[in-house]
Structure formats: C-alpha cells, structure tokens
C-alpha cells in the first residue's frame, strides 16, 4: 500500500490543522505517528477501519480527532489546540493485514507515508 500524506503547515499555538494521508488501498488499521529533531519517533493516533476503533496517545486525548473517509480510504487528523511541543514531522502508516491490533508499535506497520512538516510557532 503507498500512503500519500498532506496537510502540514506554520500554525500559531492553540490554531488547528487537518492532515489527510490517502492510501492507494484497503488497510486493516492506519495511524499517525511524528518525530521531531533528535527524537525517537512517537505514536500519536490510530484507527482500525474494523469497528471504527480509535486510540490516542496520551499527550493529544482531547485535542486531535483521527475520521477516515473508507470510500476514498484517505486518514485524517484534525489538530486543535496546538502546543509548540506538537511541532515535528507528522508521518501517516499502514498495517496491512491482522488480528490483533497493536496500534503504539512502529514496527506493525508495513506501509510509510512521505512525512509532512506541521510547525507551531508561538
């Protein structure tokens, strides 16, 4: 599965972004995960098509909503309340197949988007 990633940006703190990440084809779940200079890459926020679960990490719970559009089988994620600690490289993923369903765990997926920058500036 190619996955196409798109929606990054220079926003203020507490402004709003949506990220969207197409993918060329049926998924068993997708997620967000970012990196930021010098640091690990870190999960954010994954969907299982399967039942429309949804799982956030702790640090955006309440701020960002991942939806998905499963006739275009394009992601979202809508970014509100942005903190300057949001800044980093925001790269979308695929699992392509499963049954049980690990979304924090990088290493489940087998599909990488492209990365879009998001900057939050004070």
């Known amino acids: 599965v190619q996955l196409q990633a798109s929606g990054g940006g220079l926003v203020q703190t507490g402004g709003s972004l949506r990220l969207s990440c197409a993918a060329s084809g049926r998924t068993f779940s997708m997620g967000w995960f970012r990196q930021a200079p010098g640091k690990e890459r870190n999960f954010v926020a994954a969907l299982r098509w399967t039942g429309d679960s949804t799982y956030y990490a702790d640090s955006v719970k309440g701020r960002f909503t991942i939806s998905s559009d499963t006739a275009k089988n394009t992601l979202y994620l809508q970014m509100n309340r942005l903190k300057l600690e949001d800044s980093a490289v925001y790269y979308c993923?695929?699992?392509?197949?499963?049954?049980?369903?690990?979304?924090?765990?990088?290493?489940?997926?087998?599909?990488w988007g492209q990365g879009t920058q998001v900057t939050v500036s004070s």
């Open positions: 993923a695929a699992i392509s197949s499963g049954s049980g369903w690990y979304p924090m765990v990088p290493q489940e997926y087998d599909s």
